[in-house]
């Protein structure tokens, strides 16, 4: 056992770590700090910037821009980035459909979609939640029905993360109503502008715009748009979804966070001293911060083993325990700000409070989310009980 | 980086769960073994020494084999997954790690040389009513005469206290500081009452009353700082103790929700159940990974006393969380049977229960950690 990272892994790390922290936007850079929210531009130039020097999609194949990096080095460059607060490349083009693509998709497929997905010049929507299939996804009933070479699909889909701002959008459809619910979805890559999509925001008690509905209505599809075979969509979904619980555990983005934390409670009075002086803040912080030690290295240790391209059985513990101190450590902030979480996202010109503080409500609010999506933390319960404690 | 065990790391961790298991897969071998004095098995301690995992950590001129902080973890682990009653953690570890820390080479040649081979067990009297894991003794003085160094006071408890051979006392020094000394167990002025701790193990109230001792390296130094050290190499290897006892009773636990029926289905059936066992996996797997650190750290020779007392800190604070959960959900998702003596869940909590005690629960150790919280902005496990 050999606790440090060899020298060329730790080379690796200081080159991301000073290309991070010198390449990308400053101003990007401060909005993540300041756990602002970020404008589609904001998202799509640091994308640009990560994709030209290659640091965007480096776990696709090599032809389409992958690096052929091992897990540690994968992990290396996501702790990276959060932790010099740049953000991820885009989820939905970078993790989702992207590999999808490569690794299901046509010849004609790759060469047309990969390149501008890689770059962002197509901005990806996911499709697959419905208002009857969440967790239980292969519920869902959008239609796709034959019309010679084309589909037309109807339909609603939900939770379309950034939908706004989609010019594309990846579905699952229902292609057979006759056979086993997983047996009869299909995958269809819509392009947003087709008449008959419309999107429609969904307010969230953040009080942000960041998921839609999707409505279909007779919406042609050209054929050459369904990625694989009719009626296989459910392996793709499967294999998309296996992607998105990789990574899903944001530790180094939580540990900034909650080193932040410290400061802002710092600079708190409270009592005599500051918050940080309260021995309860103080404990409350240590125990975050062994428990995101232990999470971490317990992702090192998930990556150090999965070399041979197996998961690790321990992984499904990264994104039940990774979102759980996610929201811990937005609980402790919102805490911490008191009486400032009531300026509910104001801006500068409506308060004199602390950004961090105006911010917190929205942030300890927005993250409940995250033991939602991805599979929510009960599905993972379901994975573990199920395929390691054999129940 | 990396963290799997090399090849003679997994030999060792196949010799030691082969001698372990062979006397304890049966869990009522272990209720009888602990039901009589003294409390563990002198023929499974033999063999232990025989397979040189009584001097595992000391060095090979004092009779040891020269081991380092990952294969004590490692024995360490298979200790915890049987719960063998065998004093390891408290006579070799403990007792043993200051020995080897503070004695003189005569006096490590003759100590460790004699636990390592079997023929003598060691015990730390170290703790006293009315104080809580710290480095420091009031409660029994040093005084020196003509006759040379002579202890009064009360230890309490002393884990195997009543069975051991030498004792390794710690005391007031008479112009301030702590010291340590040897005294012979049943030697003049030493009054020792056994008693059985929760989980079958022995512990001793030991009234010394101008107990003849000897200073155990140089006479009248303040020792407060290895002691200090060797508690946190302790709880290094008790972390991963509780690891085992924990994965063993999880595994347990899987396995009766597994086979056990109630209204006409299996416990499985039931969500809130197989829940509650998914979480305890969680709470095992990260144990896991901060004790394996932590022995890591230990094992560096590069580290700091600081680091260490942190790593070791850290270590245990989540492994005295993780057993509470462990050990009250394994009983609670057994129902009664997991109150009966004769099943083995209980014990395992017992167990956890009793290392949280002897070594500093979370609520200790999370105190430690949030007098620095403020000296660091992140903590990062990769330096």
């Known amino acids: 056992m050999r606790l440090q990272l060899s020298e060329e892994d730790e080379a690796f790390r ?16 401060a909005t993540v700090r300041d756990r602002g929210e970020l404008t589609k531009d904001q998202i799509v130039a640091t994308h640009r910037t990560l994709n030209a020097a290659g640091l965007a999609v480096p776990h696709w194949p090599v032809e389409w821009g992958g690096k052929d990096w091992s897990p540690l080095r994968r992990h290396l460059w996501h702790e990276e980035m959060q932790r010099a607060c740049v953000p991820p490349p885009l989820a939905f083009n970078a993790s ?17 979609f990969l390149p501008p997905t890689a770059n962002v010049d197509i901005f990806w929507s996911q499709g697959f939640s419905e208002p009857g299939a969440g967790s239980d996804l292969a519920s ?13 699909v109807n339909g609603q889909k939900t939770w379309t993360t950034l939908g706004q701002w989609g010019d594309w959008i990846f579905t699952l459809v229902r292609t057979n109503p006759d056979v086993k619910k997983q047996a009869g979805i299909s995958m269809l890559l819509i392009d947003m502008r087709t008449p008959g999509v419309e999107v429609r925001p969904i307010e969230l008690i953040d009080g942000g715009h960041e998921v839609n509905e999707v409505w279909f209505t007779d919406v042609r599809v050209p054929g050459e748009n369904l990625v694989g075979e009719v009626d296989s969509g459910w392996t793709q979904a499967k294999f998309l979804l296996g992607n998105e619980r990789v990574g899903v555990a944001p530790v180094g983005a939580t540990k900034r966070v909650l080193a932040q934390a410290k400061e802002w409670a710092a600079a708190t009075r409270s009592g005599e001293g500051t918050l940080l002086d309260d021995p309860h803040v103080a404990v409350r912080i240590a125990e975050l911060e062994n428990e995101l030690m232990a999470l971490e290295l ?15 059985p321990a992984s499904s513990v990264l994104k039940l325990r990774g979102t759980e101190l996610q929201q811990a450590v937005s609980e402790l902030v919102v805490d911490l700000a008191g009486p400032g979480a009531l300026a509910f996202g104001t801006s500068e010109a409506d308060s004199d409070l602390p950004v961090w503080a105006r911010r917190s409500t929205p942030t300890y609010l927005n993250l409940r989310k995250a033991s939602i999506y991805g599979g929510s933390n009960e599905v993972q319960r379901q994975i573990i009980a199920g395929t390691i404690l054999g129940l | 980086m990396d963290f799997e065990l090399d090849e003679e790391q997994q030999a060792l961790r196949e010799a030691a769960r082969g001698l372990l298991r062979k006397r304890y897969a049966d869990f009522e071998t272990r209720r009888g073994t602990v039901a009589d004095a003294p409390g563990f098995d002198r023929d499974t301690w033999s063999r232990m020494a025989e397979m040189g995992l009584l001097g595992l950590p000391f060095a090979e001129d004092d009779g040891g084999m020269g081991a380092g ?7 360490a682990e298979e200790v915890g997954r049987v719960i063998a009653p065998e004093p390891f953690l408290t006579s070799v570890v403990l007792a043993g790690g200051l020995v080897a820390a503070v004695g003189t080479a005569e006096q490590r040649a003759d100590l460790l040389g004699g636990l390592a081979s079997g023929a003598s067990l060691v015990a730390l009297a170290h703790a006293e009513p009315g104080a809580r894991w710290t480095a420091t003794a009031t409660g029994v003085s040093a005084e020196q005469g003509d006759g040379g160094w002579r202890l009064t006071g009360v230890k309490e408890p002393v884990p195997q206290g009543a069975e051991a051979d030498v004792l390794v006392v710690s005391a007031a020094l008479p112009d301030g500081g702590t010291g340590l000394f040897t005294v012979v167990a049943d030697g003049d002025g030493v009054t020792r009452s056994g008693y059985r701790a929760p989980d079958g193990s022995r512990a001793a109230r030991i009234t010394l009353d101008g107990a003849p001792a000897t200073p155990l390296g140089e006479a009248g130094q303040d020792q407060a700082t290895a002691i200090a050290a060797a508690y946190d190499a302790a709880r290094v290897a008790a972390a991963q103790q509780a690891v085992g006892a924990m994965q063993v009773a999880l595994e347990t636990t899987a396995g009766y929700l597994n086979s056990r029926e109630q209204f006409g289905v299996p416990l499985k059936r039931f969500q809130a159940l197989t829940f509650r066992a998914a979480d305890l996996y969680v709470a095992v797997e990260l144990a896991r990974s901060l004790a394996l650190w932590a022995a890591m750290v230990h094992a560096d020779p590069d580290t700091s006393a600081t680091e260490r007392a942190t790593a070791a800190a850290r270590a245990w604070a989540q492994a005295s969380k993780a057993g509470r959960l462990v050990g009250q959900e394994a009983i609670q998702l057994h129902g009664g049977i997991g109150m009966t003596a004769e099943y083995s869940v209980g014990s395992y909590t017992a167990h956890l229960t009793t290392l949280d005690h002897l070594l500093g629960d979370a609520r200790h150790h999370l105190g430690l950690l949030a007098a620095t919280v403020g000296d660091h902005a992140e903590v990062d496990p990769l330096g």
Do not use: C, Y
């Open chain 1, 298 to 312: 317990t992702a090192l240790r998930v990556v150090a083993n999965s070399a041979d391209g197996k998961p690790h």
């Open chain 2, 69 to 75: 902080p990952v294969e004590v973890a490692v024995v």
């Open chain 1, 140 to 152: 869902l009933r959008t239609a796709a029905v034959r019309d010679g070479d084309d589909w037309i």
């Open chain 1, 96 to 112: 989702m459909i992207g590999p999808v693509i490569a690794t299901f998709g046509s010849q004609e497929q790759k060469e047309r």
């Open chain 1, 14 to 29: 200081a080159e991301l770590r000073t290309f991070f922290t010198t390449e990308v936007d400053e101003g990007v850079r």
